[in-house]
Every structure is written in structure tokens, then in C-alpha cells.
Nanobody, 125 residues
Framework: QVHLVESGGGLVQAGGSQRLSCAAS????????MGWFRQAPGKEREFVAS????????YYADSVKGRFTISRDNAKRIVYLQMNSLKAEDTAVYYC??????????????????WGQGTQVTVSS
């Protein structure tokens, strides 16, 4: 199983930018979609973005389209989430995850089988 560690969270002003990183160790990322989810206080965890191992089907939640960009560096085993034009409603714990059996991409939480501990992002308005 892949071990995932997120970093880059913190406090940022509304309208600002932040980049999250997720480093993977152990296991294999070959054939695995990598994704980001988030959970705000009192809300359920929701899909944010995913990037496939095969193909080009990158997916984004409607709420972040045009503001967030997901990318992966397979050589470094890192997935990034560049967040621009941040809003107060982006405040949440952000989790990195991998879907080992979904190489072409997925947005479904149930497909992701390895999860990081999460990193807090707080956007002040």
C-alpha cells in the first residue's frame, strides 16, 4: 500500500494562492489515479481533483474549475494541487489519495484505496 504525506497547508488570505504537495512512498503509482479531496467542518468529504496514470482525463469539481490545477511528477512520486483565487469556502482539510485500480481516472471516493493524513487550508476573508 502507498503511504501518502501532504504538505503546504496553512493560512492564506482570500484571493491568494497556495500549493499543496503530496509525497508518496512505498507501493507503486504505476496505473494509479491520484486525487485530492477536502472536508470542511460539519460537511462530508468531497472530491476536488484527480489526475490519471494513463490518458489525459483530469477531473475537477465544479467549485474549483478554473482556479485549481492538479499535476503529478511520477519521477518524484509527488502530486500537486495549485490553488489560486482562494475563497473562504475553500477552507477545509485537504486529503491526497490514490486509486490503484483506476488508471484512466476517477472521481469516486470509493475507488481511492490509500489516503494521507490531511493538511489544513484556512482562507481568511
Amino acid at each position: 500500500q502507498v503511504h501518502l504525506v501532504e504538505s503546504g497547508g496553512g493560512l492564506v488570505q482570500a484571493g491568494g494562492s497556495q500549493r499543496l504537495s503530496c509525497a508518496a512512498s512505498g507501493g507503486t503509482l504505476s496505473g494509479a489515479t491520484m486525487g485530492w479531496f477536502r472536508q470542511a467542518p460539519g460537511k462530508e468529504r468531497e472530491f476536488v481533483a484527480s489526475v490519471p496514470s494513463w490518458g489525459t482525463s483530469v477531473y475537477y469539481a465544479d467549485s474549483v474549475k478554473g482556479r485549481f490545477t492538479i499535476s503529478r511528477d511520477n519521477a518524484k512520486r509527488i502530486v500537486y494541487l495549485q490553488m489560486n483565487s482562494l475563497k473562504a469556502e475553500d477552507t477545509a482539510v485537504y486529503y491526497c489519495a490514490t486509486a490503484s485500480a483506476r488508471p484512466w481516472g476517477t472521481t469516486q471516493s470509493a475507488d481511492f484505496d490509500s489516503w494521507g493524513q490531511g493538511t489544513q487550508v484556512t482562507v481568511s476573508s
